[in-house]
């Protein structure tokens, strides 16, 4: 799925469809969340609020596209526009676990925008979930913002020395 295209997706989406197990089914509705390929991501995103994708398995598909680098942007920007259709239609477990999967979401910009939401937006019994995901979310913002430069350096360093 990572390096997948239109056509892997399509195929894994339709094999999620086809699947004879619940195991199987949601092993390629997570791998349609793997994708690099935004547009591929954005449609997935929308999935999560249609009858395609079981209202169990929604929030938990979700999770892992906010942790996608390359679709947790699109996929906050969705959650806060749709948050209360979200709650309205997923078992609140999973509403927390979804939100408890913002924390990747550690860019300064997200970040300060993740703690916005969640003190204006409560979570019906995910408090502690949403203490925990908003305290572990300042962690990863800190060790980016101290830890990239020395890593990228790190890496060229590396580089350099096994070509």
């Not at 295209?5 to 699947?19: H, K």
């Not at 598909?61 to 920007?77: E, M, R, S």
């Not at 609140?92 to 204006?120: P, W």
Request: hydrophobic letters at 40%; charged letters at 30%.
């Amino acid at each position: 799925a990572k390096l997948g295209d239109q056509e892997r997706y399509d195929q894994f989406r339709r094999l999620s469809e086809e699947a004879e197990t619940p195991q199987e089914t949601l092993r390629f509705l997570n791998a349609l969340a793997m994708f690099r390929d935004k547009k591929l991501l954005k449609e997935t995103i929308k999935l999560c609020l249609t009858d395609e994708v079981r209202s169990q398995d929604a929030p938990f598909l979700f999770a892992v596209l906010i942790g996608n680098q390359y679709a947790g942007a699109d996929a906050w920007k969705f959650l806060k526009k749709n948050f209360d259709k979200m709650v309205k239609a997923y078992p609140q477990s999973g509403v927390v676990r979804m939100c408890g999967a913002a924390h990747a979401l550690d860019t300064e910009d997200l970040a300060d925008d993740v703690r916005q939401f969640f003190t204006e937006t409560k979570v019906k019994a995910g408090a502690m979930a949403v203490a925990q995901m908003l305290e572990q979310l300042d962690i990863n913002v800190r060790m980016r913002k101290e830890q990239t430069v020395r890593l990228v350096n790190h890496l060229k360093v590396k580089d350099e020395v096994t070509v």
